[in-house]
T-cell receptor, first 120, second 111 residues
Framework: ETGVTQTPRHLVMGMTNKKSLKCEQH?????MYWYKQSAKKPLELMFV???????ENNSVPSRFSPECPNSSHLFLHLHTLQPEDSALYLC???????????????????FGAGTRLSVL | DAKTTQPNSMESNEEEPVHLPCNHS???????IHWYRQLPSQGPEYVIH???SNVNNRMASLAIAEDRKSSTLILHRATLRDAAVYYC????????????FGGGTRLMVKP
């Protein structure tokens, strides 16, 4: 258990569906991330939120829409996806800036187990 | 981010030490060397990081070359649970909070 929880763990959707992936972190961190991991490709950074503001959008198609309502929650809204969007979607969090109490390192990313998405 | 080069795969015997190399010849003075690993069906997890000096923690040791152009992650006694993809990543703490993952090294541990 890393303190970062992703739901659902598995998702199958058609190309016309709308679904959302959820990520919740219980670590008191101030930054959250979405990554995509396709088969036989390195992890690709999609979005970065720092202090609930989106600070990075790595040329991701508009059919992926992130939302960060507070520092503990991050969503990825999906609509009109393509089969090539099938992948493992990973969420991570980190503490950027001043150190946290309790010996946690700053700038270390803690990942969830991911959502395995299949688009039919 | 400066790039790193790692072997695609390595094999080890259980309970023997493993040395995972990483080359980063274009490292800058402010780049930290981070190692993460990804076990099957899980997200990546942090292993260790360092700047210039060798580092030890409960998971592994990190040996950094004097010129910082290469580093080695050392697992002192490999177990079957250490079978994973190991990623060596350079991160400049002054240049934002992103990690750029490469292909990593797939470590296989034989019983």
């Amino acid at each position: 258990e890393t303190g970062v929880t992703q739901t659902p763990r598995h998702l199958v959707m058609g190309m016309t569906n709308k679904k959302s992936l959820k990520c919740e972190q219980h670590l008191g961190h101030n930054a959250m991330y979405w990554y995509k991991q396709s088969a036989k490709k390195p992890l690709e950074l999609m979005f970065v939120y720092s202090l609930e503001e989106r600070v990075e959008n790595n040329s991701v198609p508009s059919r992926f829409s992130p939302e960060c309502p507070n520092s503990s929650h991050l969503f990825l809204h999906l609509h009109t996806l393509q089969p090539e969007d099938s992948a493992l979607y990973l969420c991570a969090s980190s503490q950027e800036g001043p150190d946290l109490a309790g010996g946690q390192f700053r700038n270390i990313q803690y990942f969830g187990a991911g959502t395995r998405l299949s688009v039919l | 981010d400066a790039k790193t080069t790692q072997p695609n795969s390595m094999e080890s015997n259980e309970e023997e030490p493993v040395h995972l190399p990483c080359n980063h010849s274009t490292i800058s003075g402010t780049d930290y060397i981070h190692w993460y690993r990804q076990l099957p069906s899980q997200g990546p997890e942090y292993v260790i990081h360092g700047l210039t000096s060798n580092v030890n923690n409960r998971m592994a040791s990190l040996a950094i070359a004097e010129d910082r152009k290469s580093s080695t992650l050392i697992l002192h006694r490999a177990t079957l649970r250490d079978a994973a993809v190991y990623y060596c990543i350079l991160r400049d703490d002054n240049a934002g909070n992103m990690l750029t993952f490469g292909g990593g090294t797939r470590l296989m541990v034989k019983p």
